[in-house]
């Protein structure tokens, strides 16, 4: 049986203040590297588990491209090694905002849809 164990407010900001600082140590490892592999897994389970797998939170961080796609000559990393840096940053200002927005409006148990209407959103 799964139980669904859900974090207050400043459990998911603290977990997500460690997620960012975890970033400064990964720019300076290469990517691909295990170390970067479980920082997104955890990162990404954290995420599912405070606003669910299909929250506009937790795609806007599936979103982010850690793997270059465009052309590259034959033995050339680095335009991998650039995207990978980039998304990084990436990741950290998404977060960060994350962090932030959670500081600001809490964590909404109610309808999302609701909430964005609330704060004057639309979608």
């Known amino acids: 049986m799964v139980m ?4 207050d407010e400043a459990t998911a900001i603290a977990k997500i203040k460690v997620k960012i600082a ?14 970067f ?3 997104y897994r955890e990162t990404t389970v954290l995420l599912e588990r405070i606003f ?18 465009g052309m590259h000559r034959a033995g050339d990393t680095g335009p991998f090694e650039r ?5 990084l940053q990436e ?22 849809i609701a909430m964005r ?5 639309s979608r």
Request: hydrophobic share 35%; charged share 25%.
């Open 117 to 121: 209407s609330i704060r004057g959103v």
């Open 4 to 7: 669904n164990k859900t974090l």
């Open 91 to 112: 990741a950290k200002a998404i977060l960060t905002s994350i962090h932030e927005e959670i500081e600001e409006y809490g964590l909404s148990t109610g309808d999302p």
């Open 52 to 69: 669910g797998p299909n929250a506009h939170q937790t795609n806007a961080f599936f979103a982010i491209e850690f793997t270059y796609r």
């Open 83 to 87: 995207r990978y840096r980039s998304a």
């Open 37 to 39: 592999m479980k920082w």
């Open 22 to 35: 975890q970033i400064a140590e990964l720019e300076g490892l290469p990517r691909s590297c295990p170390q």
